[in-house]
């Protein structure tokens, strides 16, 4: 009998060939039995559809039906794939049935939506592109591709903000670190949200500067200071007659003749360049950008521990009429982020704990 026949032989005898009819004719049988109890369970809703997908498969298995007919079994098996979310399994049925019949639509509108889910939007375009040539009128590929078209803009749109924001944000590491300035850990965020400096045209950095009052922890910010412009400047401004005293400064201690701006001098960690990539692109459409350095080899430096004198090894005085740039390149000074400078007053109690060193920021 056939069924005894060494494997790879040919059948010799009219028994043998009868035989292996035979047993094709049962195979495809049971492969079309099996197809249509499939598209019975599709039928019958999501509680059996791993049914479906098993009798596909038993049906592709019998290796009996033509080509075409092969294809429908793949093609319906990616549309069970489809449904119960299985991308991969669904584009992979969807490719196997293209090969195997060219002109089938319905595998194309598979593999481009499987794709479409699996963001492969160039894939997902270059199939439904196939299907539309080959079923022009095709209105569920039409409404694909209109799907896509968007998706594919919108990716379009925000890699072009991704690169424009990587762009501005090495333009701005360079800045820094052309300057010899030095960017730690962000401080006060819950102050100053996620502000950053901006470079401008003609390559001046403006940054956002929080002014800490000591002694009430209340805050004042400046939004926009210029690098080249000095604090004697704005102070001017902020404290000058026309302005209205600070709400909780009963004693009026907080004048202009009075006041004295320091920074915190002591040891500390600044940023490695692609951290400090990362923290400028903090809250921009590059903020999620998978690469951007050798990360595992960039380390963070420090600075030695500074004394800043006059009674104190934590504060250093600011001369007000020094350009903002002038105090930052100082190589006691790590940036929190943004600059931070403390504000006290010399009329005040507090000012003589303040420059002793016995105070510390919250």
Not at 5 to 22: F, N, V, W, Y
Not at 171 to 194: C, H, W, Y
Not at 219 to 243: C, N, P, R, V
Request: aromatic share 10%.
């Amino acid at each position: 009998m056939a069924l005894w026949m060494e494997k790879g032989s040919d059948p010799t005898t009219e028994s043998e060939i009868a035989d292996l009819q035979a047993i094709a004719a049962l195979k495809e049988s049971a492969a079309l039995e099996f197809k249509e109890k499939g598209n019975e369970y599709v039928r019958q809703g999501k509680k059996h559809y791993s049914d479906a997908i098993d009798c596909y498969t038993r049906a592709i298995n019998q290796n009996a039906l033509s080509d075409s007919e092969a294809s429908t079994l793949y093609a319906n098996r990616s549309h069970v794939n489809l449904l119960l979310g299985n991308y991969r399994r669904a584009l992979t049925d969807a490719e196997e049935a293209i090969k195997l019949c060219t002109t089938n639509v319905k595998a194309y509108y598979r593999a481009a939506k499987s794709s479409l889910l699996l963001n492969l939007l160039d894939e997902a375009k270059l199939f439904f592109d196939a299907g539309l040539e080959r079923d022009p009128d095709n209105k569920e590929l039409e409404k694909l591709a209109r799907e896509i078209d968007s998706l594919k803009q919108k990716q379009e749109e925000l890699e072009a903000q991704v690169s424009k924001a990587l762009a501005e944000a090495k333009d701005l590491s360079s800045a820094v670190e052309n300057r010899g300035l030095k960017i730690g850990k962000p401080m006060f965020q819950q102050l100053t949200g996620l502000r950053k400096p901006v470079l401008d045209k003609n390559s001046i950095l403006h940054w956002p500067v929080l002014l800490l009052y000591a002694e009430v922890m209340s805050s004042d910010f400046i939004e926009d200071f210029y690098e080249t412009d000095t604090f004697a400047a704005h102070l001017a401004i902020m404290f000058s007659e026309d302005s209205p005293p600070l709400s909780w400064d009963k004693e009026n201690n907080y004048t202009r003749e009075a006041i004295e701006l320091y920074y915190e001098a002591a040891s500390g960690i600044f940023l490695s360049n692609t951290k400090l990539l990362r923290y400028l692109l903090e809250g921009t459409a590059g903020a999620n950008v998978e690469s951007i350095g050798d990360e595992e080899k960039d380390v963070d430096g420090s600075i030695s521990e500074y004394a800043a004198g006059e009674g104190s090894s934590k504060w250093v005085k600011v001369n007000e009429k020094r350009t903002l740039h002038d105090i930052l390149k100082e190589p006691n000074f790590i940036i929190p982020g943004i600059p931070v400078f403390y504000v006290v007053s010399k009329t005040s109690s507090f000012y003589k704990d303040f420059r002793a060193g016995k105070w510390a920021p919250p």
